[in-house]
């Protein structure tokens, strides 16, 4: 296994490590609680993508969850109750005052599962046993989605009386095709398995394993890494922003993108590269 990666040791909840150069393997670090989510670990999460996204030494990460029984079982709900906003004298606050102060709350939450989206890297995450609720929120905002065999998949928010408050009502649909599969598994809440996943397409990959999907990570992490980290930013950036934005928008977007990065030195030396069948070494970004 590798070693922890020094600038990262301050995360009690997340465990990053490189298993080749310039891939960050970023581990959600609780599995004696399935690694679900506190707020503590929802603020560490958001901390550690805006490190990564800006460290020049890491052009890909991998995110997983520590552990065999889970990726993330979601919400810690025992903590939630004590992280709460409305304890002591709040209670009595009037409808109006109480969504004043859960707002933020919320707004937080969201917020730092997000910054994954926003890193400027991409993001392979791979997903393995228990994979449910926030799992799905977190894994809609990954680049790439891989699947060991064995995972058990949900969207669960309407079992719990809530409707999915994190992400994963506005980006699922804009990453499955079919809006009656997604309405399926958000109503019912009901489980779903990796072959179900790849079958719909919001998953590429499914393995044996959790060590055989995270070994399959590796080696796109490892291709990604080799490439200009120019041109890998920017296509996550360009992809990101057309989903978003009507055709003739992103072509002018991409037009005024290309015209600072074709000046760069990783795009003649990618071509000069090609034809003389070398393989480039990009410098960092």
Sequence with gaps: MSAPLAAYSSYEFMLVTSPAPFVAHLEINRPKKLNAFSQQVWLEFGRVFQQLSEDSDVRVVILSGAGDRAFTAGLDVQAAATDSPFSGDKQELDPARKAKLLRPHIDEFQSCISQMEKCEKPVICVMHAVSIGLAIDISCCADIRIAAA???????????????DIGTLARLPKIVGSTSWVKDVCLTARDFSAQEALAVGFVSQVHDTKATAIEAAQKIAVSLASKSPVAVQGTKELLNYGREHSTADSLRYT????????????FPKAMMSGLAKTKPTFSKL
Excluded: F, M
């Design 150 to 164: 064995n995972t058990r998949l949900a969207v669960k928010e309407v079992d719990i009386g809530l409707a999915a």
């Design 255 to 266: 037009a005024i993108w290309n015209s600072v990065a074709l000046q760069g030195e990783d």
